[in-house]
């Protein structure tokens, strides 16, 4: 991995994870290029969303509580367009759409980000 991190959570993040964790086992982010999703991480139990050659792991974050880490994958075609940029996980209030874990607890996790050197 990059000497900077590419991923973080914000500690709100990481609490929703705990808890999802303690729901569903391990977990994994999938950040796609569709345009309905672009800012928001869909997060599955671990394995659960299929990776392959069109996708690039971008971290494998520790979640301080959590015995394995989450996995951050990203489409490579989104991975191209964001690849000098730092992504902050973050968790706000309303319902996303999708197939993310988190939906039922009436908040999503959502993208901020930072330009970071080329």
Known sequence: MDAVARVELTPEAADLLRRLRERHGPLMFHQSGGCCDGSAPMCY???EFRTGGSDVLLAELEVEG???TVSFWMSRSQFELWAHTRLIVDVVKGRGSGFSLEAPEGV????RSRVVGA
Do not use: A, K, N
Request: zero cysteines.
């Open 45 to 47: 139990p671990d394995g």
């Open 66 to 68: 959590v015995e394995e």
């Open 108 to 111: 999503r996790f959502l993208i």
